[in-house]
């Protein structure tokens, strides 16, 4: 007696053993080790392990809390006032970032992960323009070490970026830009939630 024909689509798709990324959140780490920023590696090692945790247990459905309601403008406007009221590197300016985004990882591990979905082709120009953006930080931050310290030829887009940064105006503006964006992210996965 013959056996019924079995396809592909019959068998579970097997899960990588280390999430992609879970995986860039370790190099991360691991970068920011070698550059000699500790406390940055840390933090991403640190946010590596919760994601892995999360992912690899699950809260169950009956134990998932309600949506949250995200702030809005309140929220940008008061992290611009603190950006212009104290400046980067300041306890009230650490405090605050570190608040949103614990907010942010409190908010959004609550709610159950999104089913995968093939990537749509428009998502490959994003993933290469991330690549290649990392691809000069690293070229750059190699460069950079051999020659001993800042280099003017070939600099990193954190020494592109610093001195803009020092006008607090300028950080005011960029933090309620970073923030509305979060909020953005997470309205967004909300909704693809909702209509899933």
Known sequence: MATPER??????????????PI????????????????????????AAVLLLFTERHPAPADDLLPAARLPGTSLIAAVALVALVFGRQTVPM?????AIGVGALVVE???????????????WLWVALA???????????????????????HPTM??????MLDNRVVQALALGVWVAAG??????????RRTA
């Open 109 to 123: 591990w609550r709610d159950p992960s999104l089913p995968a979905h093939p990537a749509p082709r428009r998502g």
């Open 7 to 20: 396809h592909a689509t019959d068998f579970p798709a097997s899960r990588p053993a280390v999430d992609l």
């Open 23 to 46: 995986a860039a959140l370790l190099i991360a780490s691991l970068a920011h080790w070698i550059r000699g920023a500790p406390a940055d590696g840390v933090i991403f090692f640190a």
């Open 158 to 163: 954190s020494d592109l970026v610093d001195p």
């Open 131 to 153: 690549i290649s953006w990392c691809l000069w930080e690293l070229v750059s931050f190699v460069y950079e070490q051999a020659a001993g310290g800042l280099s003017l030829t």
């Open 183 to 192: 909020l953005a992210m997470l309205r967004a996965a909300a909704d693809a």
């Open 94 to 98: 650490f405090l605050t970032v570190t």
